[in-house]
């Protein structure tokens, strides 16, 4: 795997990136299971109406039906782009409950090092 920076590695392939934590929530009976993964192109409804869910976003994010809008046209950008990963993490009933959008950058710190 190539290194980043602060000893980080990025995944050679687009599937690398699928993890499955468990979260433990202090002495309650239950566990909470969440797996991060590549976000798909039908999670972009799910990822924009997140987006859309609070104070800052409702005034700026618009959910589009056609099968075009701009948040599509993001989306396949996104995924061509090799710097950049989209992620969502999925409840243990496949339910998606959040979304990360990382970008690695080149920098002239730390002899050239990137960073995300």
């Keep these: ?5 602060a000893g980080s590695a990025r995944p050679s392939d687009r599937s690398a990136c699928r993890r499955r934590v468990d979260i433990h929530r202090g002495n309650h009976d239950r566990e909470l299971s ?8 039908d999670d972009v409804a799910i990822i924009v109406g997140m987006l859309a869910d609070d104070p800052l976003g409702s005034a700026r994010e618009r959910i589009e039906r056609r099968c075009r809008n701009p948040t599509s046209q993001a989306f396949e950008k996104i995924e061509r782009e090799a710097n950049l990963q989209l992620v969502v993490a999925e409840d243990s009933e496949g339910i ?3 979304c990360l959008q990382l970008c690695i950058l080149p ?3 730390s002899q050239g090092a990137s960073r995300g």
């Design 96 to 98: 998606v409950v959040g």
């Design 34 to 41: 969440i797996t991060i993964r590549r976000a798909r192109r």
């Design 1 to 5: 795997m190539p290194r980043c920076a």
């Design 107 to 109: 920098g002239l710190s």
